[in-house]
């Protein structure tokens, strides 16, 4: 079974076929974010690296089996600029069916973001499959939900595991604690806590802290998304380590990388999990 993963990153869909007991003879990954390949390298040093893949045309690669991507999605998000096809970023997407359409490949896999349903309806009918909307939370401690497109089959919302931040946080490791320099402002909600460090009153996300039973928000390659818990009156952030097990990535996976780059490649990647669960539904190879 030869994989090409596009938009490969830290290469979690490397680790999701483990996971999933899928074997596989050759994986080739185009990535150009050096601390993604680095730390993919180190996990899984006979990875087959490509490079841009918006210069595909000039691989020369042999039958390819699987095809996995997460295509860039700020020019998708609700949360971003909201110029969908448009956006350079968002291109790239059709980099993938062109890859998709010249490989032929008998399985494969697109992650994106949630996005306005018009967009949606056009990727369902570009790939000719309906795009599943699944929850990080059903894994793990983490709201993110994401659409899969896929002709891997009977693809659903996979058992929930009930996993909250008080599963995965180490209290007995070292956290960054947060000084709320103006408690009066803190207003409680059902899910978080927002809180007002400069009196701006712009109610910011990287102002806000999830509480010990809770769920933390979607991680991103932004600061701003690195997650805050409330723990015996302190406030602390979340080391990498604890990220890693928001993405269900084994922990200590990005250890070779400096800390920001952690937080930001995990941002970035997927949550594992999820990714391995639907890879089950492939058939079974020898």
Same mark, same amino acid.
């Given at each position: ?12 869909? %490397? ?12 994986? *080739?990954?185009?990535? @150009? ?14 990875? @087959? ?39 350079? =970023? ?8 062109? @890859? ?31 795009? /599943? ?10 709201? =993110?939900? $994401? ?7 009977? @693809? ?12 995965? *946080? ?17 207003? $409680?909600?059902?899910?978080?806590? %927002? ?11 990287? %102002? $806000?802290?999830?509480? *010990? ?9 932004? =600061? ?18 604890? /990220? ?15 800390? %920001? ?10 949550? /594992? ?14």
């Amino acid at each position: 079974m030869n994989v090409l993963s596009l938009f490969d990153g830290m290469s979690c869909g %490397q680790i999701a076929l483990n996971k999933a007991g899928i074997r596989y003879n050759n994986y *080739f990954a185009s990535e @150009i974010d050096k601390p993604s390949i680095k730390v993919t390298t180190h996990n899984y040093p006979k990875t @087959i690296q490509l490079g841009d893949v918006t210069k595909w045309q000039d691989w020369n690669l042999p039958k390819i089996d699987l095809i996995i991507g997460g295509s860039p999605c700020q020019g998708f998000s609700r949360a971003g600029e909201k110029l969908n096809f448009a956006d350079e =970023r968002s291109k790239l997407f059709f980099d993938f069916v062109d @890859i998709l359409k010249h490989y032929k490949p008998e399985y494969f896999l697109l992650e994106n973001v949630k996005m306005k349903k018009e967009w949606e309806v056009i990727i369902n009918n570009i790939l000719g499959v309906e795009g /599943v909307h699944i929850n990080s939370s059903l894994v793990s401690a983490q709201k =993110r939900e $994401r659409v899969y497109w896929s002709n891997i089959k009977n @693809i659903s919302n996979p058992k929930d595991k009930n996993i909250f931040i008080s599963d995965i *946080f180490d209290v007995n490791t070292r956290h960054n604690e947060i000084k709320i320099h103006f408690p009066e402002t803190i207003k $409680r909600g059902k899910n978080y806590a %927002q809180y007002d460090q400069t009196l701006k009153g712009h109610g910011s996300q990287d %102002q $806000r802290f999830f509480y *010990f039973d809770g769920k933390t928000n979607c991680v991103t390659k932004s =600061r701003s998304s690195i997650p805050k818990v409330e723990y015996k009156n302190k406030i602390l952030i979340m080391n990498p380590e604890e /990220v890693e097990k928001l993405q269900t990535v084994p922990v200590g996976y990005t250890g070779v990388e400096t800390k %920001q780059n952690r937080y930001s490649m995990l941002g970035n990647g997927w949550t /594992v999990d999820i990714i391995a669960y639907i890879f089950s539904g492939m058939e079974a190879r020898n």
